[in-house]
Nanobody, 127 residues
Framework: QLRLVESGGGLGQPGGSLRLSCAGSGLTLDNYAIGWFRQAPGREREAVSC????????NYADSVKGRFTVSRDNAKNTVYLQMDSLKPEDTAVYYC????????????????????WGQGTQVTVSS
């Protein structure tokens, strides 16, 4: 079964850090650009970041730019989202998604361009 598995969520302190991981299961991630999304209670799912298959191209939502960093280790078949300077408004379920092809175009914000989704991991930022 081809799927993505997120991990690393939990409780973070305001101003603190968490690192999320997205691993491919039966799916070789170096063939895909990977997007990160989040959905807070009562809100629509929104795009957070995207990274190209080789890691050389990234995009970030304005709300996380300068605080979050996306990276990948294709040897480990894993993509990471390093979240620093956490804010309470970062509280959400975070999802990763795989998009066929290499690049992370500006349309990375649209759900329809992704073929595979993970089950999500909860991030709660609170003191």
């Amino acid at each position: 079964q081809l799927r993505l598995v997120e991990s690393g969520g939990g409780l973070g302190q305001p101003g603190g850090s968490l690192r999320l991981s997205c691993a491919g299961s039966g799916l070789t991630l170096d063939n895909y650009a990977i997007g990160w999304f989040r959905q807070a209670p009562g809100r629509e799912r929104e795009a957070v970041s995207c990274i190209s298959s080789g890691g050389g191209n990234t995009n970030y939502a304005d709300s996380v730019k300068g605080r979050f960093t996306v990276s990948r280790d294709n040897a480990k078949n894993t993509v990471y989202l390093q979240m620093d300077s956490l804010k309470p408004e970062d509280t959400a379920v975070y999802y990763c998604a795989a998009r066929p092809g290499a690049q992370c175009y500006s349309d990375y914000v649209y759900f329809r361009v992704y073929d595979y989704w993970g089950q999500g991991t909860q991030v709660t930022v609170s003191s």
